[in-house]
């Protein structure tokens, strides 16, 4: 089975590459625990908007990810939080942001979003082709039918381009990553810790309040 060009065999060996890569790698002035963009990106109107990039094949992304569920709880209404999944030029990787907003757009991403971490990085399941994300979402008690029908929707689309720009506005290159209001980007490879760089987010967050 295929997918955006890529095999079963290239995927694994893609996703073993892009673990190696998955700590968020920004380079900070020394002493620094954040870097600023430049320039700043345009963000959601009257909102500080807080973004994570990520890819499911990052084992960093999945050991953040039960702590992002905790922490977003503790946002004020003036902060709009949203994860933007990562693709690099990767078929696999498009085929996995094309499956997170599929299961957005059909209702289904906060139930199977954090197994879709197990279905990549354990069972290595296909979940990146068309047929292998129906599939398995089926079986995970998911409306497999209506994955497939909007993983070629316009707006799938729309969004998996989307991301694909922004993260190159942005200039990601590892992740997980979390920017804040278009402004300023932080990972645990600047504060040390995911821990860390969740209050290095929250601390950021105060100062754009404090204009």
């Not at 402004?183 to 645990?188: D, F, P």
Request: net charge neutral; hydrophobic share 40%; glycine share 12%.
């Amino acid at each position: 089975m295929k997918t955006e060009g890529i095999d079963r065999r290239r995927f694994l060996q893609t996703l073993g590459l892009l673990a190696l890569a998955g700590a968020g790698s920004v380079q900070a002035q020394e002493g620094k625990t954040y870097v600023e963009l430049s320039p700043a990106q345009p963000t959601i109107p009257g909102k500080i908007e807080v973004i994570e990039f990520f890819h499911y094949g990052c084992p960093h992304c999945r050991h953040l990810d039960p702590l992002v569920e905790g922490w977003k709880k503790t946002l004020g209404g003036d902060v709009a939080f949203h994860r933007s999944p990562v693709i690099w030029g990767q078929g696999a990787l498009a085929g996995l942001a094309r499956l997170h907003f599929s299961l957005d757009a059909t209702g289904q991403l906060e139930a199977l979003h954090p197994k879709i971490f197990a279905a990549v990085q354990d069972e290595r399941r296909l979940v990146y082709d068309r047929d292998g994300a129906r599939a398995w979402v089926q079986e995970n008690g998911g409306d497999g039918k209506a994955v497939y029908d909007a993983w070629t929707s316009f707006g799938v689309e729309t969004r998996v381009k989307e991301a694909d720009a922004r993260a190159r506005a942005y200039k990601i290159d590892g992740v997980p990553t979390l920017a804040v209001g278009g402004r300023y980007l932080t990972s645990a490879s600047l504060t040390g810790s995911h821990e860390a760089a969740l209050k290095e987010v929250d601390r950021l967050i105060a100062q754009l309040r404090r204009g």
